[in-house]
Nanobody, 128 residues
Framework: QVQLVESGGGSVQAGGSLRLSCAAS????????MAWFRQAPGKEREAVAS????????YYADSVKGRFTISQSSAKDTVYLQMNSLKPEDSAMYYC?????????????????????WGQGTQVTVSS
């Protein structure tokens, strides 16, 4: 069973930074859409950012644009979410997700129902 493992969550004050990491246990992100989602208590899960292998087609939710950066390691085995200028409203459980995507086209990594592989989540708490 494919497993994605997130790390890097924690508690920070508003204005601080965190970097989340996500590694797959059985494959590298060689031809994949990769994304970060988050879910706060009582709210629906929302997509935060996505990217295709090699850094192609980055997408960011309006709420994080200019503050968060999604990227992939050069070894293609880890996907990151660098989060700067954190706000209390960024507090949530953050999930990494991926889906094998042999052919990339515009918008495909923002088709959120396609994601098949998920991590267990890492908690981010931002205090004011």
């Amino acid at each position: 069973q494919v497993q994605l493992v997130e790390s890097g969550g924690g508690s920070v004050q508003a204005g601080g930074s965190l970097r989340l990491s996500c590694a797959a246990s059985r494959y590298t992100f060689s031809s994949h859409c990769m994304a970060w989602f988050r879910q706060a208590p009582g709210k629906e899960r929302e997509a935060v950012a996505s990217i295709y292998t090699g850094g192609v087609l980055p997408y960011y939710a309006d709420s994080v644009k200019g503050r968060f950066t999604i990227s992939q390691s050069s070894a293609k085995d880890t996907v990151y979410l660098q989060m700067n200028s954190l706000k209390p409203e960024d507090s949530a459980m953050y999930y990494c997700a991926a889906v094998w995507t042999p052919a990339v086209r515009l918008g495909i990594c923002a088709a959120w129902d396609r994601y098949t592989d998920w991590g267990q989540g890492t908690q981010v708490t931002v205090s004011s």
